[in-house]
């Protein structure tokens, strides 16, 4: 074979090659994208060791588990803090400079920064969790009914209680409807079982502020509360309350790992279902922007299995026929208003709810 043949050889493999890096970058809407080509970049607010930002973990190596994705398709950036907005855009783009054509931003904070690069790289797509801002080229959001499980792990909360105390500790305070609607959510769920306890709820400030959940949880046991629910990312409420001997309600994923004793259910999220239907369709071509919002009926959100060891008697009954309720008698938890409504407008509590100061 001459060197003038073998040198032909070459240029058409990377001419192939070339072709196939410009395939992985070239997406446009209606285009499909070879799985092969799929990278994706997702941003965590903190080591994804726990909480929320685990939580979406074990939803990316689900659907990367279902579609057979590759290790090296899968782009994590740990640490990205909602406040820091410098810090937000670098590690996006860093993703996309590393081959990234799909990002998931899985916190609050980094929506304005989706939004803003979503225009400077059309040929990405942004999926931002909790928001509301999308485009109709290639920005999405997507969140779910968290509140149909909330309500559920309030029934168990309300069957539990011996002091009629439910401590719960919150991220944000009652403008944000995020944490106000899930709360709310939860004290009906208490009260449709137990018409005599209150909900003592203290606000932390922070999605993630491990030091400040601890000393919160603290008070409210102080305080009385036997049973800790929380919105919050790590798993330290529910380890206080195993320390102090009460019961907790965890959230994000079951956290009864962390605290075996004391976790009688975990409001959870199973993100995988939402990452799989996104990816695949990125693959087939038939993605768009418009916003996903999931609940019970198609498995995004749930509670764990009740501690057997903890549960009142008529605690999985309560529960099933809520749920059943909800799934095919068409229970909603906050009557008239819409999903919209109830992400976004929810600024009140209600009136078994008591903020401490």
């Known amino acids: 074979m001459s060197k003038l043949f073998k040198f032909i050889l070459l240029l058409l493999a990377l001419s192939i090659v070339g072709c196939k890096e410009d395939k992985a970058q070239s997406w446009s809407p209606g285009k499909p994208i070879d799985k092969e080509f799929i990278k994706i970049g997702i941003m965590y607010l903190d080591k994804a060791e726990g909480g929320y930002a685990y939580a979406h973990d074990f939803g990316i190596k689900a659907a990367q588990r279902e579609l057979n994705l590759r290790d090296d398709q899968i782009i994590r950036k740990y640490d990205v803090n909602d406040a820091d907005v410098v810090l937000i855009e670098h590690k996006i783009s860093e993703a996309i400079a590393e081959g990234a054509n799909i990002i998931f931003a899985t916190s609050w904070g980094q929506m304005d920064i989706c939004e803003k690069l979503s225009e400077k790289y059309p040929n990405v797509i942004f999926a931002h969790a909790s ?33 009629d105390k439910i401590g719960f500790v919150a991220a944000q305070d ?24 209150k909900i003592y709820v203290s606000v932390t400030h922070s999605w993630f502020d491990p ?65 799989s239907a996104l990816i695949k369709s990125v693959i087939d071509g038939s993605f768009t922007t418009k916003p996903y919002f999931g609940g019970l ?17 008529e605690m999985e009954g309560a529960v099933a026929d809520a749920k059943k309720r909800m799934l095919t008698e068409n229970f909603k ?21 008591i903020e401490l100061k």
């Open 211 to 275: 030091s400040s959940e601890r000393l919160v949880a603290q008070r409210l046991i102080k305080e009385g509360s036997d049973v800790i629910a929380q919105h919050c990312d790590t798993s330290i409420p529910q380890v206080e309350a195993e320390k102090a001997g009460v019961w907790s309600i965890g959230y994000n994923t079951d956290m009864s790992r962390d605290a075996p004793d004391a976790v009688l259910t975990s409001v959870i999220w199973n993100w995988g279902i939402y990452y």
């Open 131 to 163: 928001g509301y801002k999308s485009n109709d080229r290639n920005f999405t959001n997507y969140f779910g009914r968290i509140y149909q499980a909330r309500y559920l792990a309030g029934i168990v909360a309300g069957l539990k209680t011996k002091t």
């Open 333 to 353: 938890i906050f009557g008239s208003l819409s999903d919209d409504e109830i992400a976004k407008g929810i600024d009140w509590y209600h009136h078994n709810i």
């Open 174 to 197: 009652k403008s944000n409807s995020e944490v106000t609607g899930g709360l709310n959510a939860f004290a009906m769920g208490v009260e449709s079982v137990n018409q005599s306890a």
């Open 297 to 313: 009926a198609d498995g995004l959100v749930d509670i764990s299995p009740i501690n057997k060891t903890l549960a009142t008697p």
